[in-house]
């Protein structure tokens, strides 16, 4: 098995557990934050969306879907148009509502395919490209992918267990 096969696996395994977190779901419970300061559901699938789709059009060369399919426009939020929620404070956290797991789902479906057609074109010497000198070490085409995918498999985890809570209070 070749690295990109198990890249390819890994984030397959995350399109999977986006659709198990918000399928489903109303507004209500997708927009629900637990505390006044938590993530909602909605807010970490659109972020984990958008990380994994600004990192990888960015090593790919190529356009980001949020603004090349107008993701953006259909989501609304009144955030800055290349925002991906890094850094959010909870007033931030709060723009980003949704009223449809419909539309978390189609942005990341829509990612997942521009992921896999990049990683499908990968040789194993493409993951020792340098893509980011700002850190030492410099980081490689290989840590990034890794990155994340760790990153997204993180927050997938998280609105799981938000939709776990509602779950448990809603019983």
């Not at 699938?45 to 107008?70: F, N, P, S």
């Amino acid at each position: 098995m070749h690295a990109k096969d198990i890249l390819i696996d890994g984030y397959g395994r995350i399109q999977e557990e986006v659709h198990a977190a918000v399928d489903g779901l109303g507004p209500e419970e997708l927009n629900h934050r637990p505390s006044a300061d938590a993530n909602s559901i909605a807010w970490l699938v659109w972020h984990l969306t958008r990380v994994q789709d600004d990192h990888i059009a960015d090593v790919a060369g190529l356009d980001q879907v949020w603004l090349a399919q107008d993701w953006a426009k259909r989501f609304d939020l009144g955030l800055p148009q290349r925002d991906f929620g890094y850094g959010h404070d909870s007033a931030q956290v709060a723009k980003v509502r949704v009223d449809s797991p419909d539309l978390l789902t189609g942005y990341y479906d829509a990612v997942h395919e521009q992921t896999l057609e990049f990683l499908r074109g990968l040789t194993a010497k493409d993951f020792e490209r340098i893509v980011d000198e700002g850190w030492d070490p410099p980081v490689s085409l290989g840590v990034r992918l890794v990155s994340v995918l760790s990153d997204d498999l993180q927050h997938v985890g998280q609105a799981a267990y938000v939709r776990g809570l509602l779950q448990s209070a809603a019983a």
